[in-house]
């Protein structure tokens, strides 16, 4: 089974930045994509951002320009870089992982347990 870890959430003052790093572990053939959503109280859970192995990030529009994600392919890594924070960015933020398992090169699409971020003064 693929485990997904996200980590570096915390409470950030607006006008901040933040990082969070996300590590997938397991019997894990490919990565194809790795990628960020979050989800706020009262809401559906929302892309952020994401990056297909060999392919060029997409963004939401909400943080596109103060956002970069980035991947880390030896370590099974991605991570997100937000800057210039608002308080509508407050959310848990949940790590996306899919590719193919070592076994029988069986698809997966694992979401990890979310790491909450609060942007306020």
């Known amino acids: 089974q693929v485990h997904v870890v996200e980590s570096g959430g915390g409470l950030v003052q607006p006008g901040g930045s933040l990082r969070l790093s996300c590590v997938a572990s397991g019997p894990i053939l490919s990565i194809t994509t790795m990628g960020w959503y979050r989800q706020a109280p009262g809401n559906q859970r929302e892309l952020v951002a994401t990056?297909?192995?060999?392919?060029?990030?997409n963004y939401a529009d909400s943080v596109r320009g103060r956002s970069t994600i980035s991947r880390d392919n030896a370590k099974n890594m991605v991570i997100l870089e937000m800057n210039r924070l608002k308080p509508e960015d407050t959310a848990v933020y949940y790590c996306?992982?899919?590719?193919?398992?070592?076994?029988?090169?069986?698809?997966?699409?694992?979401w990890g347990q979310g790491t909450q971020v609060t942007v306020s003064s």
């Open positions: 996306n992982v899919a590719g193919k398992l070592l076994t029988g090169f069986r698809p997966y699409d694992q």
């Open positions: 990056l297909i192995s060999g392919g060029s990030p």
